[in-house]
């Protein structure tokens, strides 16, 4: 089974700041999305950015990138120039390429402070 | 994004009443998932619908039940609730069809259910 692992509870980065969330991630399948969603503190679960595992050029959305490693099964997600609108609670999340479920496997979170 | 709508917001009950979830998208999507948050366990899959008369269980379905009453409804129902049911329950939405990376699920604001 595939699972989804994010090692720091909590973050925390000053303004304008550049910070790093860790990601990985285990899996056997080769065909397989990886994504990360932001939750603020209005609980809405809102999409960041999207990555295909066939792709080996790191998504860029914006202020959000990702470094993905896939040998390493590494899924991290960088935020340049942070404003305070990024803090929240960040999920990484997989889904199958074959799946018949299509669900997504979430991680348990990072939350990101952002101070002033 | 209220493409996605969830009702009601927030809601209490007590051990042993039935309560119902709904759930309604506009985006036009086929498939829809309904997933249960628990703090520190990230977001888990209990039923999902790929269309109307197509339901099918997650990882985590027992004591709940789905009704798919149109392609833009999906309710939850908790037959008798309990006290570890208490979380907060998100609806989300996908396209079937395409290219594969583009199926992203989008989320309904949540419901967070107290359980007494």
């Known amino acids: 089974a595939q699972t989804v692992t994010q090692s720091q509870p909590e973050m925390s980065v000053q303004e304008a700041e550049t910070v790093t969330l860790s990601c990985t991630y285990d899996?056997?399948?080769?065909?397989?999305?990886l994504f990360w969603y932001k939750q603020p503190p209005s609980r809405q679960m809102i999409l960041v950015i999207r990555?295909?595992?066939?792709?080996?050029q790191n998504a860029t959305e914006n202020r959000f990138s990702v470094n993905f490693q896939k040998a390493a099964k590494s899924f991290s997600l960088k935020i340049s120039d942070s404003q305070l609108g990024d803090a929240a609670m960040y999920f990484c999340a997989y889904r199958s390429g074959g799946g018949a479920t299509n669900k997504l496997i979430f991680g348990t979170g990072t939350l990101l402070a952002v101070q002033p | 994004d209220a493409d996605v709508t969830q009702t009601p917001r927030n809601r209490i009950t007590k051990t042993g009443k039935r309560i119902m979830l709904e759930c309604s998208q506009t985006?036009?999507?086929?498939?829809m998932y309904w997933y249960r948050q628990d703090p520190g366990l990230g977001l888990r899959l209990i039923y999902y619908?790929?269309?109307?008369?197509?339901?099918n269980k997650g990882e985590i379905s027992d004591g709940y039940s789905v009704s798919r009453q149109a392609q833009a409804k999906f309710s939850l129902s908790l037959e008798s609730a309990i006290p570890n049911q208490t979380a907060l329950y998100f609806c989300?939405?996908?396209?079937?069809?395409?290219?594969?990376?583009?199926?992203?699920?989008?989320f309904g604001p949540g419901t967070r259910l107290l359980v007494l």
């Open positions: 989300a939405t996908s396209a079937s069809g395409g290219v594969k990376y583009q199926e992203t699920q989008y």
């Open positions: 985006k036009g999507h086929d498939r």
């Open positions: 899996t056997s399948e080769s065909d397989y999305y």
């Open positions: 990555q295909e595992a066939y792709k080996q």
């Open positions: 619908s790929f269309d109307v008369k197509d339901i």
